[in-house]
């Protein structure tokens, strides 16, 4: 992957999971929703295992999530980490509004 596909992409997951995370905290008046939940994404993005697997086959299916979340690259973090800041600056977001008065938030 080369160093402008990461950016890009990087900006992305910012933009997308801060639009998520703003809708969400909206909808359910609760200001850090997606940030409990990303953790979840992440490992639904990276993981190959149906999520039935981790109720039936639990040891099996988390050590094949530590062995791909020890595989990762940095480019790979340094995407998922944009996205999960993207996730707080929409918590932070939010909190802002609803201190200047914004009632609808």
């Known amino acids: 992957m ?4 990461a950016v890009i992409g990087a900006i992305l997951y910012l ?7 703003f809708i969400l905290n909206m909808l359910l008046k609760k200001t850090w929703t997606l940030v409990f939940i990303y953790p979840i994404f992440v ?5 190959n295992v149906k999520l039935s697997s981790y109720i039936t086959e639990t040891s ?4 094949n999530v530590y062995e791909r ?3 990762l690259q940095f480019l790979d973090v340094f ?3 944009f996205g999960l800041l ?4 929409a918590g932070v977001t939010i909190r ?3 201190k200047s008065g914004y009632s609808m938030f």
């Open 86 to 89: 993207g996730a707080i600056l």
């Open 69 to 71: 979340v020890l595989g």
């Open 79 to 81: 995407m998922l980490g």
């Open 43 to 47: 490992i639904m993005m990276i993981d």
């Open 60 to 63: 099996t299916a988390l050590a």
């Open 15 to 21: 933009v997308i999971f801060f639009s998520i995370g």
């Open 96 to 98: 802002y509004l609803r």
């Open 2 to 5: 080369h160093i402008i596909q």
